[in-house]
């Protein structure tokens, strides 16, 4: 068996796979701390571009939120909340955590040349990077 992957992000996103539904919506909802961004940022070497657009805000209005320890909107937290739950599922398929780094922060021609981790900002991109995993684990043409 494996032993849990270290390192902050990792950390938040075994935790929140802790949480019941009911707990993450309660999170979404009074949203997410924007550090959450930084820690995720800077594990899958995000620009402040697309970060600041996987937290459905400004490059300016994040680093405000950031320099004053604010939160996310929900629209933001929920998309947040999302990688955390992808990136779960990598490490249980993928099972090493820089190569499963290198597969959510990397375009996928599976995914129409889009990185998993940018496919989170919307459900349906989220679900196809999660279908594709799944494919991966079970040898599945996707």
């Known amino acids: 068996m494996m032993s849990p992957p270290s390192g902050p ?5 075994l935790e929140q796979h802790e949480l019941s539904e009911r707990e993450r919506i309660q999170r979404i ?3 997410l701390e924007s550090a959450v961004v ?3 940022s800077q594990a899958l070497m995000l620009s402040k571009r697309s970060a600041a657009e996987l937290a459905n805000t400004s490059e300016s ?12 909107n929900a629209g ?10 992808l990136a779960k599922q990598a490490i249980d398929v ?3 955590p820089e ?5 959510l922060s990397t375009g996928n021609l599976s995914l129409g040349g889009a990185s998993p981790v940018m496919l989170c900002c919307t459900d349906l991109g989220g679900r196809q990077a999660r279908r594709l995993l799944t494919g991966i684990e079970w040898g599945v043409s996707v």
Not at 61 to 72: A, D, F, V
Not at 76 to 85: K, Q, T
């Open 9 to 13: 992000f990792w950390k938040l996103a």
């Open 29 to 31: 909802e009074k949203g």
């Open 38 to 40: 930084k820690t995720i």
């Open 61 to 72: 209005t994040l680093t405000r939120l950031q320099r004053n320890g604010g939160r996310l």
């Open 76 to 85: 933001g937290s929920e998309r947040i909340d999302r990688v955390l739950a």
């Open 94 to 96: 993928i099972e090493d």
């Open 99 to 103: 190569t499963a780094i290198a597969w």
